[in-house]
Each structure stands twice: as C-alpha cells, then as structure tokens.
C-alpha cells in the first residue's frame, strides 16, 4: 500500500454501487461487481485508469426511499448489493491493487425505519425521543419553523406526528429524519459506526451534508432572502451578488458554529487509526464558510467538496477566480479537492454541452481536474465521456431529478450494458458505441485520455503535490497555470473557447508537449511558446 497522504497525492474514483456493475444480473449492480471490475480501475499498469482510491456510495441496508442516504442500519449491507462477507472481499481485492476504499458516513439523518427513529417516535418519553429533532407546533397549528427541505418535491422540513403529537426535522424526504447532535448519546453511537468501519479496514469516510448536522438550537425561521441553487447561465455579477447576499444572512437551519466541535471529534477518531481520511460533502456556496471545514487545516476534514467550482458556467475566468480565491483562503496545512460531476449533478459531457462540443469540452474538463493543484474525484462513467441518461416519465425513480446522472456504467455494448435483465434505471442510449469495451484499444478514446493523464500525474511530482499559480495575462477564454516542483514546471493551457487561441508564454521559445486533448495533435515533441497555439476547446501539459 501507498504511504501516508496517499489522498493528497492520488485520484479518487467515486462508485453509485447501484450502477456501477452488475455481477449477479438483476439489473442493480452490487459490491461482487465492483471487486470484479477492479482491474479497470487499477491493475498496476497504465492500461487501467490508475486511480487510488474508490469512495462508495452508501451500500447499507436501507428502504431506498433516497437510494442508500436513508439509512436503516450503519453496519450491515443491504441484500440488494450483497453480504459483509462481500464487503470485506472488496476491501481486500482493492487493497491488493493498492486501491483504498472510503465509504459514505451519512450522520445527518437515518431511515425513518431505522431502529432509532422508529424507538424515538414511540412516545414522548422514549429513552430515544431526543436523539431526534421533536419540536411542538406554533400557536396557530403549523410547523415550529419556515425551514424547508433541500428537495423542493419534498416541501417544509417538517412532519407531523399524529401519535405523539409533534414534528420532526428532515432536511431532505420524510423517510430521512434528522439526528439530533446535540445530543451526546447521538455523537457517541456515530463514533461506533465510525470504528465499525475503520476497524474493517476502509481508509475513510465521505461524510454526506456535513454542514447540516448543527443547526440554531432555538429552531429560529430562516430569514426570508432567495436562497435558490445557482444558474448555470448567471452571468459573474449575479453570482456575485448572489455569494453576497449569503454571506450578509446566514441560514440558520446549517453551518452552525458547533458542527465543527462535532468534526473535531470525528477527526480524533480518525486520527486515532493509521492514515485514514474524511472528505466532507459541504454544500456552501460561500468559499469562506466552506474553508472552515478545514480547521486549522489539521483537526477537522482531510479534504473538502467544493460546489462552488462545480456550479461554475464553461468559462475560463469563472474557474480561474474560484480556484485562485480558494487557494488563498485555505489554511497553511490544508489541501483543496476538486470535483466536476457526482450522482446528484448532471454528467460533464451533457452539462457543458452546446450544440455538440460535450465530448470536446468534457476532454478538457478531465485536463483541468486532473493538473490541478488537488484531490481529484472522478465519477464513475465519466473516463468514457458517459453522457446523462434519457429517463422516459414512467422510469422516473428519483424525488430530486437525478436519475439520468445515474443510469448504468456502459461497459459494452450488449442491450444492458453489461448488467443484467432489465436495469434498474434504462442504459444510455449511446450505450452500444460508448463503452468500456469499444474505447480500450482507442487511443484516441476519453478513456486513453483519463487513463494517460492519470498516468502521467503519477510520474510528475509537480501535478501530484507541486505549487500552482494562475497565468493573469492569457487571452479571453483561457486558463493557464504553472505547477512545479523541484525543477520539474509544467504549464497548463486550457481553451474554453471554440475559437483557436493564442498566448504569449514568458518563457523559453518552446518547451515538449506532453499531453493534448486533442487526439489528432502529437504528443511528445517540441511545441512553440511564442505564441503557443491551441486548437478550438483544446488543452495542453507543457513541460517547461
Ligand atoms: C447528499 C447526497 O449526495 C445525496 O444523494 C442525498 O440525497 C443527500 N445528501 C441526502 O443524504
């Protein structure tokens, strides 16, 4: 296995076990697929994608109400994916390719059917009452507070319980009641759960809505100001205005002071195992808020999702400020993580898509993601250039819209893809010409290109942990950066345009084009700094 800070050095590939692969064929891919399919993600040589380490999705057992995030019990795995035994199988086969496993902790809430929640709404006197959010009605008979549930399919944050006559807290569906953690028995049995698990051997936790487990102890409303999700077509002002306004009139149902006590004491746990790490899921659209996560950048998440460079439009200078000004607000120690696509967000070859470019745009956005100075997170499918899922209405199985981001991993082009009987959401419809199988022996397939940019990072000590500097002077449309280390100064060019571009290097007359995502454009030789050109959305590794 890799040594300590094997997660500031390596790629992270995230798996939504239900689509990953199917190794039993009733269409719901399970813990056997993925220990089957390891050798895809790292066999030792650059002819798998080399990543370091897998984060799973929750596999426990659950109703499923939110696919696995309405968990009914922290330390089993639900039937549908398999057995313990299965887990431990997994672990095993990963840590044999030097793959580290992280599994999602998901603190905030538990299944309305699991053992807690069920014992805490017995009554008011129950032993357990208060290891939830209960709180009475307001004088008029509605909810105690104006807080809402982050799925608007799902309305207020609150439902009535008619037996005891109160209302409980879910920040997500009713199914998903919210722990209460101010309650110290409740910080103790998720230390259990925690142990549990690192005593098995996985290497650490996705932590799912972090931010969410301390809210106002009083139960205040919210203030009422427009806390809508981000437009992808907002121009700079208004995203802008919109960071202002957040920061002037904080929520009170979230980012409450003490959640960091609370990830203190999840970072002492951790740090009481060898090399073990905690991402954090904090959804915060206020990048200083969210460089809080870090601590002082030893005592609480090892890493941290950042949704702002997720929400970014395709613009170079949107990405560049976001990168830059949360490089400069990170504590000394701390090491950013960067993210393009999940299971909760459209794919990054349908997102950035317009009129065609996806699979060109999405091929510099792996560039980006994988030269940056950070942890990169890959979703599955994403290696192949998977495009979002077309989900006809009467497939519809998710409350929030997120299926298409979630249809099966293409790995052939057999009618299901490589999962079996009638998959659980329908395959994609590009599934028979995009897949695992027909991009292999491509080199000029997304997958060559993910697998030799993972390889090549590997080998550069200036991508894995070297410094970062954004270039100010590159023309409108272009991101470029320096990473070095040592003598090793590489610089990344990246064009968000369709145009062709040029850009004055301060530097040497040219330098070795070490990667293009452009297929057609030879790697390995001398390429000119004075200009140095790009094609229409390519992006380029100079070594310098
Ligand atoms: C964030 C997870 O990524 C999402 O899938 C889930 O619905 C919510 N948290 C609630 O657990």
Redesign the pocket.
Known sequence: MATADWWRHGVIYQIYPRSFADANGDGVGDLAGITSRLDHLNDGTPGSLGVDAIWL?PFYPSPMA??G??VADYTDVDPVFGTLDDFDRLVAGAHDRGIRVVVDL?P??TSDRHPWFLESRSGRDSPKRDWYVWADSRPDGSPPNNWMS??PRAGKAWTFDEPTGQWYLH??MPQ?PDLNWWNPEVREAMDGVMRFWLDRGVDGFRV??AHKMAHDPELRDNPLVELGEEDLGETQEARDSRRAKLKAVPRRDEDWPEVHEILRRFRQTLDSYDDRMAVG?V?LLDLERLARYYGSGQDEFHLVHNFVFQSQPWKAEAFRSVVDEFSGLLPADAWPAWMLS???VSRVASRYDEGGNGQARARVAAMLLLTLRGTPFVYMGDEIGQADGEIPPDRVVDV?G?DPERTPVQWDASPGAGFGGDPWLPVGREAARVNVAAQRDDPASMLSLFRRLIWYRKGSPALRGGDYRSLPDTPGGMYAYLRGAGDERLLVALNFTGQPLEYQVDGPADGRLELSTDPARPAGGAVGLQPLQLGPDEGVVVRL
């Open positions: 999705s939110d696919f995030y309405d998901v905030n809430h982050s799925f920040s997500f998903q799912d809505v899921e959804y999940n299971h909760d929030d997120r």
